[in-house]
């Protein structure tokens, strides 16, 4: 009874000075999860009522994303005076999750061994580890790497990229005038083109540049004006 009372002792004593990656040669892991990306679509309602146009995106991340890109979208749509032009629906095509890449690999009282087990997907991080487990044990049958030998786990999950940022285009024309001329006749016209994320900022583009063909031609009593 003495004897079985001391190796008891001498186990349990073995065990609470083991780190928690040699107890049972599983590390405790924690892996992040990252959040998924939602897109929200500010659309304008066409003339005549003929359907909607993009005009701007709001995009995301995290557990409440489409909840934030929809109250985003909303408070830009409720700030234009003709708001009920406008309507906010959520872009499914941009909807994205996580990219899951689970790594391990062999760790010894030298460093780690030169092998990596890397897992893409919901279940990598079992898959990585139960691969690096089975050459750790391997291993050891060989007599490669010692007892205290473990398998950690060196990178987990990664944020997911953005969507790409979705364009439009706009033109604007501006107009050649006379001030002296009674009637507003227009002399000459300037049209420009632009691209950019909002329809609006697309259109003050285009306006600048077309101004500037303008401007660059014109002398008194002449002068520009947007039509």
């Not at 409720?78 to 941009?94: A, H, P, Q, V």
């Not at 987990?156 to 033109?171: G, I």
Request: hydrophobic share 30%; aromatic share 12%; proline share 5%.
């Amino acid at each position: 009874m003495k004897y079985f009372l001391s190796a008891f002792i001498l186990v349990c004593a073995f065990s609470a000075n083991a780190r928690p990656g040699e107890r049972f040669n599983r590390p405790e892991v924690r892996p992040v999860m990252r959040p998924a990306a939602c897109t929200y679509n500010l659309e304008e309602e066409k003339a005549y009522r003929t359907g909607f146009r993009f005009v701007q995106s709001f995009t995301e991340f995290g557990g409440r994303a489409c909840l934030f890109a929809e109250d985003a979208c909303e408070r830009e749509r409720m700030s234009r005076w003709d708001s009920w032009n406008y309507r906010c629906t959520e872009d499914f095509s941009t909807r994205s999750t996580p990219t899951r890449r689970c790594e391990y690999r062999i760790e010894t009282r030298r460093g780690f061994e030169p092998e990596v087990f890397s897992v893409t997907g919901p279940a990598g991080c079992g898959i990585a580890l139960d691969q690096c487990e089975k050459t750790l044990k391997s291993k050891r049958a060989r007599g490669t790497v010692g007892s205290r030998a473990v398998c950690v786990q060196t990178s987990s999950s990664v944020r997911p990229s953005p969507p790409p940022a979705r364009l439009v285009s706009a033109s604007c024309t501006v107009g050649e005038h006379n001030s002296r001329a009674r009637a507003h006749r227009v002399f000459e016209t300037y049209t420009a083109t632009d691209r950019a994320r909002s329809y609006q900022e697309a259109r003050d583009r285009a306006c600048s540049n077309a101004m500037d063909q303008c401007q660059r031609r014109v002398q008194f009593p002449f002068y520009c004006k947007v039509i």
